[in-house]
Each structure stands twice: as structure tokens, then as C-alpha cells.
């Protein structure tokens, strides 16, 4: 009888073997068109998109029965969802396009038991692996059902990527998306290792959101909206452009077939020591408040879904003012008589207001095509706390306000031609417009009235504006037109191949809208206040550009057995389309007898930036793994078009520096070579190491080369004349979850050096009179020694309680000996004192209506550390005194010079499905 039974399932079996290699010859045929049809979409995109990247991820494995023979034919689906395959006939699967998240995999075939697999994640731009064992159906058994765990390291990573779930992040003491970034190992207040600032490429849900006015993200996310964050702090794949040290891309929520509504609301207050922090800490629990409400599921429409989420932060912050003098205020500063006619209102010194929101709607209704609409809206408004600001504590109303409006949306279109197949088309606009001023008119009466800021040593020691305005005023606006497209193909069970081109059409305006200049009667030889719109090329106004960027990417992934190879080829082109002096030794043909200088059209920039990672298996728990890339960023457009018209020079005399530094439309891009070297392995089946080491030569950054003309005068000029490079190491522990404690740890050592931290400090060193020439220090951010830890105690449905430990070694500082002229010692000899941060947050989980509830409360620098590599006085070292206390009495007086204190959050969450 036994006998008989395995003969029938051999029989089975070949039956089953013959009928899918009939289909599978069929399907060949079938994916010939497919690849034909992916050629043309990929010609089709040649005018499309700038920074497209992957938002989704890739399950593969193998199917095999107890006799450990592959089992071809086994349908493998993803619950809840319309995603499967069927296995080849080795028995090996490949499912793509899979959004982040986890999942019920189920895997079938006539003849043996079912078997799902609850808690599967999936991770973006990832791949991930899961193998089945079908035994024989019999009558009485039912559905196998297997918890999938998370392995402690991924070995298939041919780079440094860090990948953090919207479950983490709701357990974590963090609030938005740059709070994740800087716990990743290897980033430094937003420098990832070792980079400049602005080198990183920001993006949400596959599309850049970077304003190239300064190479920033444009956008604050709140963590409410957070389905996956990847962090890539070493190489990166071709598909990524326009950064040099990092990629950050967020993927946000969705809706679903089912109604869901989260709602969020705390409040907190600073909790410090008086004598410490130079200001009064009282009682003021609304000092923060955050209000957030999210709903999410199905419209009226057929398979329609939408997500619609809102939040309104306040922050006072902890500093205050007091309204003793009115900008309009006239005081007697030669008689040292002085007559406050202020309320005495206290109020902030500095605050943010924002309102934000996501809206969403996503429709399946066609087949094999997702159609969505996406919206992010920023509104903040907020004043500055920085350490100038200070001065503004008892004239209030003088200090300017600061305005955000930001904005992306668009629309995606997802075609899956095959199973193994598919396509993205994307448009988008980002939109980003900031002011900077008190008044917004230039004629407003108010500015006269005023006059400019006054302050005098009689009164609080010449440290506060005792009456006038800030007349600085700035605006900036970027409206960029993004198109992109690509193409994604499992074409055999080994490659999986991408390809892309994007295309960016941005207007970037920049600049004073409007100037309140002081100028001397001639008659009665005082000063007065007069508006002047505009007067190049002084005083050129609002400037603006219309540079387009063009990009084309192929990358394949090549999984051969154990062997992950990713292998791919960048092309990136770049037009500032404006003009510059074709003769630089006579930029304003102001030189008598000199050739003439004509304008000249910007060159047009192309580069090829190879990409390749390759991670092999050393053992069935262990991995090694190699990365080399070539990386290309253009700089922040800020540097290239200020003050980039060189009438200015028309007046220059020998030796004269007045003019400030020359924008440089005509620059080149920047260049970062990276390479990595790393190895993963499963200590235990809880514990995981990764190591790796890593080197970035750093060439063509942006600098100052300074430019004489036939007078024998010089100017300064931005050009690719910087230079620097970066070695270290990271070594990281991942302790899942035992019982109720998990943990993670990682340790960084890094050497970050260069000629100069800035890219106008050649320029400012020469205009004080200090030596220019280049030489190899330390970075400002070079910090030597960075450990972040995170310990976490939770129980699913209960409660949950984690800490985030974060220490890190001084950073360079420039001593002094003395002040003034030549007081300085060598740039960025000293070191400022190390750092140590802790955070909280317990929450506790319960229910009630039937409604599922969490308070929670959260301690942010439960130390109350008042220094974090910030401020130091030369002379010292030291945040907390100086030897020349005079000269100094501004910064010894002014508490924001030290970090943010100690505060504490409650609130209450509020999740809801229905």
C-alpha cells in the first residue's frame, strides 16, 4: 500500500513537472514580448525624471518536499494582496514589486499540505529570502502555520544600509524623520561619514524632495506617517544620484481595505537647573504641544483607497523675552538716558508653528496598473534661537520671522506587465518658498519709524537691541517640474535588471526682496532709512535660474546561489543655461586696453559614475562583502549663482576684497570616490554582528580661487579647488528580541580631513589677514569616536519601554591665545569635550470602548547635558568661561550657547480599526 501511494505521487509529480514545462515554455515566449515591450518603455522614458528610486521590495526562496526534492508548480501567494508566483522547476520563485511591510505567505500545490508563513518583512530595495518544506496532504491535516523571524544580519547587503519599520520608530524616543537619521551608525548631525553637509539625497516614496537652492530636504515628516526609513550611509546604487555621502529614503503609509484612525496628541516642558542654563526655568506645560489625527481605508470608489493624516506643532521653546523697549523707542544713547515705553510682556524669544498634512488616494481599479495622487504640505512659521538671536530678548518685536511653505505632489503610475515585470512613471512638483524679514514690504512705515538696531554698553552691557529692527531681509523659492520613469525585470532567476532616466526642470529665485538701506543725509549728516527695490549690480534684488538636470541609470542584481552581485552604471547631465565672462582677467571690461569680455554660455556638464557591491557567503551564517562606487553632486545653487554678476568688479582696485566672493555658474561636479569593505555574521540565533570599514577620497569640492585681472587686482571666485577624505570604521551589534528585551549598539571611529570645512573659509582666513594657503586638518565635524545605543523592554499589547544612549568624542575647535589679530593658534588644533545624551520613552497600552488607547510619556536629555559639541570660547576650550571676560560678556551672558535642555513629554495615542 505505502508503496503504491509514493508511486502515485512520483506519478503526480512528473504529471505536474510535464504540465509546467509546457507553461513555462509558453511563458518564454510570453516574456520575449515582455522584454521587447520593457525596451520600448525604456526608449519611451528617455525624457523623464530626476532621483527616482526603489519603494519597493523582492521576496525569492525555494519550495521543497520533506525528501528535500524542489517542488515545481507550488503556488506562492502574498496574502491580502495580488502578488504570487509559481515555482520554477528547481523548485525556486522570485516575487518583485512588493511594498515594505509584513506579510502572510502562503505556499500550495495539489498533493502536499499548505503552508503560510505570518510575519514575513519585507524591506525596500531588498531582498528577502524564505524557503519552504511541503510534507504529504493527508485527511486530517490542515493549514501549517510558521512565525518567520527577522535574521539578526542581512547577509545578501553589499553595503552599509540601515533599515528602520514604522513598528521601531513608534517605540523609539523620536518625533520626526531626521531623528531616525541621526541614530544611524556613521551620521553626525546630519554628516554622514564625514561629508559635508548637503551631500545626502533625500526622498520620500522614491522621489527626491532636496531643494537644489542649498541641497536640503525641503519637507519635516512626522514619524505618524513613517511605513519604512532607509538609511544608506555607505554606497549606493546607480539609481541614486546627486549625493556624495548618503541616501535617505522614507516610504510613507498608505490606505487599505479596511478603515484606520490614529490620532496623537502630547504636551511637554523643559525641566533644568537654574544656576546652570542662565535663564529661569519655570513651570509651563504647553511649552510643546503636538496634535496629530490620521484616516485611512477604502473610498466610494471601486478598489479606491486613500490616507489623509494633518498634525499642528508648537514650540516656545525655553528662552524667553520681555517686552521692555518697542523698535520705535528713542532713547538718549549720548546721554546714556534711556526710556522703554514696552508692556513688559513676556512671550518667546524664538518659536515654530507648523501645520502639516499627507493626503493619499490610491486606485487599483485597472488591471495591473496602480494609479495614486499624492500630496505633503509644510506651513511653519518661526523665529530664529540661535546665539545671535539673544540680543533680540528685550526688544522682542525688532527680531525677523521666518515663513515656510512647502509642497509635493503628483502622481505615480505602477504597470505590471508579468510577474516578472513592471514599470513606474512618476510626476511631480516640489515647490519650496521661505521668507526672512520683520515687515514684508520694503515701504512699510514701521521700518522708518524704527530706524536701525541700537544697543549700548550702559544697559545690560551693550549685549541687547534697545530699540529699531532688523533689516536684513532674504527670500528664496524653488518650483521644480520632476519626471521620471523605469523599468524593473526579474529577466532569468538570477538577474534582476533596473533601468532608468529622469529628467528636472527647476526656477530657483534667491535673494533680497527689497532692500531698507541706511544711508547719511547730506544736508543735515544724519542717518536715515531709504527702501530701494533694487540696484545692481550692489544691490541686485531677487536673482534667478533655470538650470534642468538629466540623468540615465542601468543596474542589475545578480543572485547566483549565495553570490549577490549589484553592478550598475550612472549617467548624469547638468545645465545651468546662463552665462559667464569669457575673459575672467577682465570680467567687467573695466580695463582700459584689455580684450574685451563677451558673455559666454555655461559649458554643459556630463558624468559616468560606476556603481558595483558584491556580498559571498563564507559560511551559512556569516558573509563578507565589497562596495565601490563613484559619486557626483552638483553644489548647492546658493554658491553658484550668488552674486554672480561680475559688473560688480567694474571699480576693483589692487588689493580691494569688497566684493565679497564671485558666484561661479560654470562649476563643475563635485566627486567622492567611496569604498567599503564589510563582514556580517549570526553569532547566535539572537545576536548579530556587522563590521566594516570604509574610505572616501573626496575630490573637486566647492572652494574659493582667487583671480587677478591685468590691473594686477584680485578677486575671489568659487571653484572646485577643495579637496579631503574620510577612513573609519563601525562595528554594530543586533540583540533580537529575548523575551522582553532587545537591544542594538553600534560604535564608529572616523578621520574626516580636509583643506577647509566651508567652502568660503580660504576666502575668509586671506580677508583677515591669515594664511589661505591649503592644508590637510581636521573637519569641524570630525569626530572621532560616535556609540549610539538602543535598549528596548517590551511586551506586544502591554507595554513597551526603550532608551536611546548616544556618546561622542569632542570635535575640532581653533584655539586662541588672546583675541583679536593673530590671536588664533593652527586651524582646528584643539578639541571641544566629549558628550553624553540619553532619552526615554515608556508607553503603556490598554483598551477601552473598544478602542485600542497607549499613554506615554518620553524624557528627552534625561541628564540635562548642556554641552554638544557646540560653542566654545577660544581662549578656553570651554563653553562656561573665558580668559578675556570683556571682550566676551555677549556669549558669557547669552544661554544659547548650550544645548537644549532636559524635557518631558506625556501624551496620549489613540489606534483604531474598524
Known sequence: MFMRAKEKTAHEKSLVAKRFSKELRLDMRKSDFTRLAGIICFLLFALCSFAWAGTTGKLSGRVLDKQKEPLPGTNVVIVGTTLGAATDLDGYFNIINIPPGKYTVRFSIIGYQTVAVQDVLVKTDNTTKLDAELGEETLTAGEVLVIAQRPVVETNLTSSVAT?????????????????????????????????????????????????????????????????????????????????????NAVLKSGSERFNLNAEVFASDYVFSNDKRLVKDEFRPLSRQNYQLSLSGPTFLPQTTFIASGRHFVDDGYVRATRV??????????????????????????????????????????????????????????????????????????????????????????????????????????????????????????????????????????????????????????????????????????????????FQYSTVKFGSPGYVLAVIDSITQTEELQPVLSQPPRFPGLSTSYPIALAAYAQDQLEWKDLIVRAGLRFEHFDARTTIPSDLQNPANSIAGAPLSVPKSTSKKTSLAPRLGVSYPISTTAAIFFAYGHFYQLPALREMFKNSDYLILKDLQKDAVETGTLGNPDIKPERTVQYEFGYKHALTDFLGLDFSIFYKDIRDLLGVEFVSTYAAAEYARFTNIDFGNVIGFTIAFDQRRVGIFGSMIDYTWQRAQGNSSDPNETANRRAAGADARPEQIPLGWDQRHTLNATITAQKPENFSISTIIRFGSGQPYTPAVGSGFGADLERNSGRKASFLLVDLRAEKFFRMAGQNLSLFGRVFNLLDTRFVNGFVFGNTGSADYSLTANTDRSNISNPLRYYQPRRIEVGLTINSSF
Open 164 to 248: 528602520v519599520t514604522s513598528e521601531e520608530v513608534a517605540a523609539l524616543p523620536v518625533q520626526e524623520l531626521q531623528d531616525v537619521v541621526n541614530l544611524q551608525a556613521g551620521v553626525v548631525d546630519g554628516h554622514f561619514r564625514g561629508g559635508r553637509l548637503g551631500e545626502v539625497q533625500y526622498q520620500i516614496n522614491g522621489v527626491s524632495v532636496n531643494n537644489a537652492y542649498d541641497n536640503s530636504s525641503t519637507l519635516r515628516i512626522d514619524r505618524s506617517l513613517l511605513q519604512e526609513v532607509q538609511v544608506i550611509s555607505g554606497t549606493f546604487d546607480a539609481e541614486y544620484g546627486q549625493a556624495m555621502s548618503g541616501v535617505v
Open 325 to 502: 523697549f518697542l523698535p520705535t523707542d528713542n532713547s538718549d544713547f549720548l546721554g546714556k538716558r534711556f526710556y522703554p515705553t514696552g508692556d513688559g510682556k513676556d512671550m518667546p524669544l524664538g518659536f515654530t508653528y507648523e501645520w502639516s498634512g499627507l493626503g493619499k488616494i490610491t486606485n487599483r481599479s485597472l488591471a495591473n496598473i496602480e494609479l495614486s495622487y499624492q500630496a505633503i504640505v509644510n506651513n511653519i512659521e518661526a523665529q530664529r534661537t540661535e546665539r545671535a538671536d539673544y540680543a533680540y530678548r528685550l526688544n522682542p518685536d525688532g527680531h525677523a520671522t521666518q515663513r515656510t511653505f512647502s509642497i509635493v505632489h503628483g502622481l505615480d503610475w505602477t504597470h505590471t506587465l508579468s510577474r516578472s515585470t513592471f514599470y513606474n512613471l512618476s510626476l511631480r512638483q516640489n515647490y519650496f518658498d521661505y521668507t526672512d524679514y520683520v515687515y514684508e514690504s520694503i515701504h512699510d512705515p514701521r521700518y522708518f519709524e524704527a530706524g536701525i538696531l541700537r544697543s549700548d554698553i550702559a544697559y545690560e552691557d551693550g549685549t541687547a537691541f534697545l530699540q529699531g529692527v532688523d533689516r536684513n531681509r532674504f527670500k528664496q523659492e524653488t518650483n521644480s517640474y520632476v519626471l521620471k520613469g523605469a523599468v524593473t525585470s526579474q529577466v532569468t532567476r538570477e538577474h534582476l535588471l533596473k533601468a532608468g532616466v529622469e
